[in-house]
Each structure stands twice: as C-alpha cells, then as structure tokens.
C-alpha cells in the first residue's frame, strides 16, 4: 500500500517556523520527484517545491521568497519543507506528492502519481 505520511503542521506565530515531514512507503522512493503543494480555503491546491528522485533538482514556486527550503533523505524515504519567516498567508493544508521521475516537471498537480493526506498549517499574526 502506498503511503505518504505527513507530520510537523499546526500553529505558529507569524515569522516563526516549521519543518514539514513526510515519510513514503509502498514504492520505491528513488524512482520518484517528490513534493511539496498547499491548498488555502478558498484557493486552488498550489505547487511550493519539489526535489528530484536524485536530490540533485530543486524547484521553488517564486513568491516564497527563499523562506522554504525543500530536502530529502534517501535513507529514510522522507523529503522535508523547512519553512521559515511564516506569514499568516501561509496558512494552508499542506500536501506532500509523488511523482515518477519519468514525467517532468515535478511541480505540475497532474503530474502527481501520489498524494499524501495533508497537514494544517495556521499562522497567526
């Protein structure tokens, strides 16, 4: 069975922050991209950051502004979302994706093979 397991969501203060963990079991983590995708009430599911199945490829959505950071561990089959300078409109469920590395890019929602259930992220300013 697959699994995308994600942690570390919940409330914050704005400015502080967050790492986003999100464990994958049930295929094979080399063979996928892995992402990051949030969906505000109201809003579109939008795609934040993916990793390349070889850690090597990073993408970031542009108004993130270098506060988020994507990373991996192979060896633990989890990809990560250090999330810093929180603003209130970050409040978001937060997604983690799988996507074959055969399809690029990463960061497109139809590209995405696998969905994790999503965790709350509420910034209060």
């Known amino acids: 069975e697959v699994q995308l397991v994600e942690s570390g969501g919940g409330l914050v203060q704005a400015g502080g922050s967050l790492r986003l963990s999100c464990v994958a079991s049930?295929?094979?983590?080399?063979?996928?991209?892995l992402g990051w995708f949030r969906q505000a009430p109201g809003k579109e599911r939008e795609a934040l950051s993916c990793?390349?199945?070889?850690?090597?490829?990073?993408y970031y959505e542009e108004s993130l502004e270098d506060r988020f950071t994507i990373s991996s561990d192979n060896a633990k089959n989890t990809v990560y979302l250090q999330m810093n300078r929180l603003k209130p409109e970050d409040t978001a469920v937060y997604y983690c994706?799988?996507?074959?590395?055969?399809?690029?890019?990463?960061?497109?929602?139809?590209?995405?093979?696998?969905w994790g259930q999503g965790t709350q992220v509420t910034v209060s300013s």
């Open positions: 994706a799988a996507v074959s590395r055969h399809k690029e890019p990463c960061y497109y929602s139809d590209f995405v093979d696998y």
């Open positions: 049930g295929f094979t983590f080399d063979d996928y991209a």
């Open positions: 990793i390349s199945s070889g850690g090597d490829n990073t």
